[in-house]
């Protein structure tokens, strides 16, 4: 069974609000809450390759637009269900 573009988009959402990064002075940390500086500095030296870079690029698009807090709002709503 396919998901549609929807569930699609939500599951992409929900694995990059609970991603981390992997490496560094920020491991560790949701990758929406790296300073907006690092994700900058990524975006003009360069998103390291694989999923990663695709969810730096991604992040650097929700800090862009100020959506930081969907993410956050994300991850709240998941928790509560637990």
Do not use: C, H
Not at 14 to 20: I, S, T, V, Y
Not at 47 to 74: A, D
């Amino acid at each position: 069974m396919e998901l549609s573009d929807t569930e699609n988009q939500r599951k992409i959402l929900e694995e990059l609000a609970f991603a981390k990064m992997p490496f560094g002075k920020y491991s560790g940390k949701f990758l929406s809450e790296l300073p907006e500086a690092y994700v900058i500095w990524f975006r003009q030296k360069g998103f390291p390759s694989g999923k990663l870079g695709t969810q730096l690029e991604q992040i650097y698009e929700i800090k862009l637009n100020g959506l930081e807090e969907l993410l956050r709002n994300i991850r709240r709503l998941k928790n509560v269900g637990k």
